[in-house]
């Protein structure tokens, strides 16, 4: 049986290699999981909710909604108080016309 013995040496190189590779990719696996670990508690804060990127999103997103709120309202004050100025300039005139005549 050569051809066994030829086989076997090539086989245990191949073996060897493959444990190897496969060493490597444990290694990068085990740096992805890392990663990802630190991904996930910057998401979610890491055992505290209020630190989380998703509660401080969702606190960027109340404050632009309070904040188009407020621009409608001062709008809306501004609109009232231009009308009521208007309002007195028209009542000003009338009484300066009755006056004159």
Sequence with gaps: MPECDEIRPECARTFKELCV????VDE????????????????????????????RIDRVEQAAAMNAS???STW?????????????AALVVS??????G
């Design 21 to 24: 590779t496969l060493g490597r």
């Design 28 to 55: 990068r696996m085990q740096g992805m999981d890392e990663k990802l670990d630190r991904l996930n508690g910057a998401v979610l804060g890491n055992g505290k909710p209020e630190r989380g990127l998703i509660v």
């Design 70 to 72: 407020r621009r409608m």
């Design 76 to 88: 809306a004050i501004f609109g009232i108080l231009s009308a009521f100025a208007v309002s007195i």
């Design 95 to 100: 009484i300066v016309e009755l006056t004159k």
